[in-house]
């Protein structure tokens, strides 16, 4: 293997799921290579990001980390530090399996801008935002998607992990365990950023996209496989995107199917 500049690394790092963790450390001496679970260098800046960042219901990334690791395939290896475009990232690495090689890992990384402000740099892990079911469900619907074994689907299809989706009805997961609703495959919870080459379509959002079946009386293409989706911009509350979706958001469990509009019945 050829050793890598420790900028080509990270951004190789900050590029990809997949991350050459030996390339990393032969070119910075604040990352060690290690077979051994979540080590640390004590390197302070490591510990500002653990005690500064925050999801947005408050988690902390310990917190997030923790939790996700006893529902998903997620074993976090190690933490480190390097330097790109003048700002520091910090990064933890992890696999999915214990006994995982090193080019089977993956990596989350924080940027520190010059300022201090911490940002959480990697796209996929952006759910993590949202709170660590949000994450962990993300990476059980990429591990159902990529057919590992032994994907946790009961959690996948838990009703209740769907509580950080809110409405103005209620949370979306206490809503359709009320509307006799079970989660069926696939689904996804990902974070979809803003393209540059595309400025005319949406991005920078999370989306939250359910296919699920009912047990209620309704419209087949609605209760047998409805297509739920919700989107969220930074700052901004869950919108409804899906036909089933707006009418989850828009009236009470048992009420969703009282009125039709003309353009529904044709769908």
């Given at each position: 293997?050829?050793k890598?500049?420790?900028r080509?690394?990270?951004?190789?790092?900050?590029?990809?799921?997949?991350?050459?963790?030996?390339?990393?450390?032969?070119?910075?001496?604040?990352?060690?290579?290690?077979?051994?679970?979540l080590?640390?260098?004590?390197?302070?800046?490591?510990?500002?990001v653990?005690?500064?960042?925050?999801?947005?219901?408050?988690?902390?990334?310990?917190?997030?980390?923790?939790?996700?690791?006893?529902?998903?395939?997620f074993?976090?290896?190690?933490?480190?530090?390097?330097?790109?475009d003048?700002n520091?990232?910090?990064?933890?690495?992890?696999?999915?399996?214990?006994?995982?090689?090193?080019?089977?890992?993956?990596?989350?990384?924080?940027?520190?801008?010059l300022?201090?402000?911490?940002?959480?740099?990697?796209?996929?892990?952006?759910?993590?935002?949202?709170?660590?079911?949000?994450?962990?469900?993300?990476?059980?619907?990429?591990?159902?998607s990529?057919?590992?074994?032994?994907?946790?689907?009961?959690?996948?299809?838990?009703?209740?992990?769907?509580?950080?989706?809110?409405?103005?009805?209620?949370?979306?997961?206490?809503?359709?365990?009320?509307?006799?609703?079970?989660?069926?495959?696939?689904v996804?919870?990902?974070?979809?950023?803003?393209?540059?080459?595309?400025p005319?379509?949406?991005?920078?959002?999370?989306?939250?996209?359910?296919?699920?079946?009912?047990?209620?009386?309704?419209?087949?293409?609605?209760?047998?496989?409805?297509?739920?989706?919700?989107?969220?911009?930074?700052?901004?509350?869950?919108?409804?995107?899906?036909?089933?979706?707006?009418?989850?958001?828009?009236?009470?469990?048992?009420?969703?199917?009282?009125?039709?509009?003309?353009?529904?019945?044709?769908?």
């Amino acid at each position: 293997m050829k050793k890598m500049s420790g900028r080509r690394a990270l951004w190789l790092c900050l590029g990809r799921f997949l991350i050459c963790l030996a390339g990393l450390a032969a070119a910075s001496n604040s990352v060690r290579a290690n077979d051994s679970p979540l080590i640390e260098n004590n390197n302070p800046l490591i510990e500002r990001v653990k005690s500064t960042w925050r999801a947005q219901d408050g988690e902390t990334i310990e917190e997030v980390i923790s939790n996700v690791s006893k529902v998903a395939q997620f074993v976090p290896r190690m933490w480190g530090v390097a330097e790109l475009d003048q700002n520091e990232h910090v990064f933890v690495s992890w696999t999915r399996h214990r006994n995982d090689k090193s080019d089977d890992q993956y990596v989350i990384t924080w940027k520190v801008a010059l300022d201090g402000t911490i940002e959480l740099a990697s796209t996929y892990a952006k759910p993590m935002e949202l709170g660590w079911r949000a994450f962990a469900l993300s990476l059980i619907a990429r591990e159902v998607s990529d057919g590992e074994r032994d994907a946790n689907l009961g959690f996948l299809h838990d009703t209740t992990n769907f509580n950080f989706v809110t409405t103005k009805q209620g949370r979306l997961g206490d809503l359709l365990r009320q509307g006799r609703c079970t989660i069926v495959d696939p689904v996804g919870v990902d974070y979809l950023p803003k393209q540059n080459d595309k400025p005319t379509e949406k991005g920078d959002l999370w989306r939250v996209l359910l296919l699920v079946n009912c047990n209620i009386p309704g419209p087949r293409y609605f209760i047998h496989n409805g297509v739920i989706t919700f989107e969220k911009s930074e700052g901004q509350d869950w919108e409804p995107q899906s036909s089933f979706a707006k009418r989850i958001a828009g009236f009470p469990p048992g009420s969703w199917f009282a009125r039709m509009e003309p353009k529904e019945r044709e769908e």
